[in-house]
């Protein structure tokens, strides 16, 4: 994969507990009405499940935020392992990409991602794996193919 990027005004950090209400914001109105969470509070919400572990315990250099100057965040990626779905490679996941509407096609999402997988490399893996629904397939699935993702169908349990 490619290095990753950084526009001179941003700043990326592993995300904490504090961004909670703030990631909330950030993955309410990074999604299209509807798709993710109804409203901000079942967005919070989403974003403290995460924490608590209930997709797959948190990989902490790996699990990202973008931070403007004045300390606003625009964008997040969200890894964890042994997430709780079948299928699944044995590799740390992505569970949640995105970026703030008014900050895309700027190299977030490519710098959240390639920074998420030098973290992980570093911590020995080979790979990791994310998973791409499709109602939001669009934007990030040409993200993830110029990055150089390759498609695996899932194993169906009881299969390989
Ligand atoms: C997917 C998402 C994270 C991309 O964030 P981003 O910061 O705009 O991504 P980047 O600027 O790094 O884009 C890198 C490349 O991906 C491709 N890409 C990104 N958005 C695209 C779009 N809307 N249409 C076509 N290609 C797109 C382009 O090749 C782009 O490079 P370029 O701008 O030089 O052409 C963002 O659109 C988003 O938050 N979407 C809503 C949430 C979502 O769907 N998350 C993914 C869940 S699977």
């Known amino acids: 994969m490619p290095a990753p ?9 592993s995300q904490s507990r504090d ?10 109105v990074s999604y299209p009405q509807g798709v993710a969470a109804v409203d901000l509070e079942d967005a919070v919400e989403e974003m403290e499940g995460v924490f608590e ?4 315990t948190p990989v902490e250099a790996a699990s990202l935020v ?6 606003a965040l625009v964008g997040c990626v969200q890894t964890v392992t042994s997430p709780p779905w ?13 970026v703030h509407p008014d900050h895309r096609r700027r190299g977030l999402g490519s710098l959240l991602l390639l920074t998420a997988a030098q973290a992980c490399h570093d911590q020995g893996w080979e790979s990791i794996a994310l998973n791409v629904q499709e109602d939001t397939a669009g934007e990030a699935t040409h993200l993830y193919r110029g990055l150089g993702f390759a498609e695996i169908t899932p194993v169906a349990a009881g299969e390989g």
């Not at 990027?5 to 950090?13: A, E, G, I, L, S």
């Not at 961004?19 to 309410?28: P, R």
């Not at 299928?87 to 569970?95: D, L, N, R, S, W």
């Open 86 to 98: 079948e299928g699944i490679p044995a590799v740390p996941f992505v569970i949640e990409l995105f």
């Open 19 to 28: 961004d909670v209400e703030g990631l909330g914001a950030l993955y309410l």
């Open 5 to 13: 990027v950084r526009p001179p005004d941003v700043t990326v950090r």
């Open 53 to 56: 572990g209930e997709y797959g």
């Open 66 to 71: 973008v931070e403007t100057a004045d300390g």
